[in-house]
């Protein structure tokens, strides 16, 4: 199912949960999971999302 509830260049606050394989912090956004670069667990970050996948979204640190 397309996410519909999210969208690209939208700015939020969020706690990284925890990282991916590639060290990814991972956070979650209205149920969607957010894959964000140089995001360390349990920091909060500024992100915007970047680009939207079929099941997750991808998200970069802003000032």
Excluded: C, D, Q
Excluded at 2 to 22: D, H
Excluded at 33 to 60: C, D, H, L, Q, W
């Amino acid at each position: 199912m397309p996410i519909t509830n999210i969208a690209e260049g939208e700015k939020y606050t969020v706690e990284i949960l925890g990282a991916n394989r590639k060290g990814e912090g991972i956070a979650n956004v209205e149920g969607v999971p957010i894959f964000i670069k140089g995001a360390k667990a349990k920091e909060s970050v500024n992100i915007k999302i970047t680009k939207i996948m079929r099941t997750y979204a991808i998200g970069e640190i802003v000032k």
